[in-house]
């Protein structure tokens, strides 16, 4: 009976044990981390400074465009508001007071003719740029906020824009000066982030060596899953391979997968700088995992559901910016602008090293194509551009002809000829 109660305690008892060494090697680890890469760390102190100096300038001058817009648009906005609202309100009423008063024919008209005035000033209203004539106001300090930070970022959704043309010239004038100021916080933050990451590979390295670590990576669970997954994709990449026309791009994609497995670096030297120069299937799996973190914190903050969460982040990290889906309240976008900020850099590394990646290998696909479909590449030829007094040229009466030789269009060689 006393082994059975004690049984529970036990398994407590060890599972607070493990979770206590896991805190203590973690704490050792960064230390030494710290110890090893003291250079790399007081680079990240100062590159982390530096980007919130920058950040809160562009934070000033994203203040002073909101003031701007919102008293510049603001304005406008409540002119032709407050006009259509006074006649709705008019337009009621009088048709309250005058019903009892009138014959039906009469009132009839009456309510026809300050219908009609209605429609008139909102259209004219609309004209103007006015999108709704409710209390709420487009224009309000924080939605100005709001749109002088994505128009600065390129993001630019498009649901809130400026009417007036003295509106318009401003943001021209406005955007070409934040543009640039936002360019270098989003550089510096990229050079920032390349070098946590690679901190933080040397501290994953590091922490697998401890025994905590060994304890975790050696579980059943995590080693099914990885093999589970491996012979997934080589099963894949075999049945594609087959296929005639798409096998060359299967082919490609299993040697990214391959050069990935092999570009795991854990006893090798690493260098910690600003380079970003990861495999491209790394950097999908990291914009992956920083994309479907935002849509968490967006499907927590909006009323969306995870899918609309995701398109909504990929479409703001990637700048295209459809506007279909913008936070109802302007704050939301506001406090997340340190995960934009970052993401923005991320993205833009991201699909820089996927666009090299690609490169590199293109030529390697378009061979491999043309030789299977029987097509020939275009040849490259050298043309001397001198100039010439005659451009009439013997044929060349050679009974083999060889192919893709330089041209020589030279002068001096066609006069000893005439001669």
Not at 120 to 136: N, R
Not at 193 to 218: D, E, H, N, Q
Not at 377 to 391: F, P, Y
């Amino acid at each position: 009976m006393d082994s059975i109660d004690s049984a529970p305690s036990l398994e407590k008892v060890s599972l607070w044990r493990a979770t206590r060494e896991i805190f203590r090697d973690s704490r050792s680890t960064w230390k030494n981390l710290l110890t090893e890469c003291p250079s790399s760390w007081r680079t990240v102190r100062s590159g982390l400074s530096w980007c919130c100096l920058l950040l809160l300038v562009n934070g000033a001058f994203w203040l002073f465009g909101g003031l701007l817009f919102a008293s510049l648009e603001g304005w406008h906005e409540s002119r032709y508001k407050c006009g259509a609202l006074r006649i709705r309100r008019h337009f009621i009423e009088e048709l309250w007071e005058q019903s009892a008063i009138l014959p039906e024919d009469e009132w009839r008209e009456l309510a026809r003719q300050r219908l009609i005035d209605f429609e008139d000033q909102l259209h004219e209203a609309f004209s103007a740029g006015l999108t709704s004539y409710t209390g709420k106001r487009t224009w309000g300090f924080w939605d100005a906020v709001a749109f002088s930070m994505t128009t600065v970022s390129t993001i630019g959704y498009g649901h809130i824009v400026p009417v007036t043309w003295l509106g318009r010239m401003i943001t021209v004038f406005y955007s070409t000066f934040g543009i640039p100021l936002f360019l270098i916080l989003l550089a510096e933050s990229g050079l920032l982030l390349t070098r946590m990451l690679k901190l933080s590979w040397v501290y994953i390295v590091r922490f697998y060596a401890t025994p905590s670590g060994k304890r975790i990576c050696s579980s059943n669970l995590i080693k099914n899953f990885l093999k589970l997954l491996h012979n997934t994709l080589k099963k894949i990449f075999e049945q594609g391979k087959s296929k005639k026309f798409i096998g060359p791009l299967f082919e490609t994609i299993e040697g990214f997968y391959d050069n990935t497995i092999n570009s795991v670096n854990t006893s090798r030297t690493f260098c910690v700088d600003d380079q970003f120069d990861i495999s491209a299937p790394v950097a999908i799996c990291l914009l992956f995992l920083y994309v479907l973190w935002g849509s968490m914190l967006f499907f927590l903050s909006e009323d969306w559901s995870p899918l609309e969460a995701f398109y909504f982040v990929y479409i703001t990290l990637t700048t295209i910016g459809f506007g279909d889906y913008v936070p109802q309240h302007p704050l939301a976008l506001l406090t997340c602008v340190v995960y934009l900020l970052f993401g923005l850099a991320l993205t833009g590394l991201c699909l820089n090293t996927i666009q090299n990646e690609l490169l590199r290998t293109s030529d390697n696909v378009r061979n491999k194509l043309c030789t299977i479909l029987g097509l020939q590449l275009n040849s490259n030829e050298v043309v001397n551009l001198g100039c010439l007094r005659e451009t009439t040229l013997q044929p060349d009466t050679s009974s083999h002809p060889e192919e893709n030789v330089p041209v020589q269009l030279d002068a001096t060689d066609i006069d000893k000829k005439e001669q």
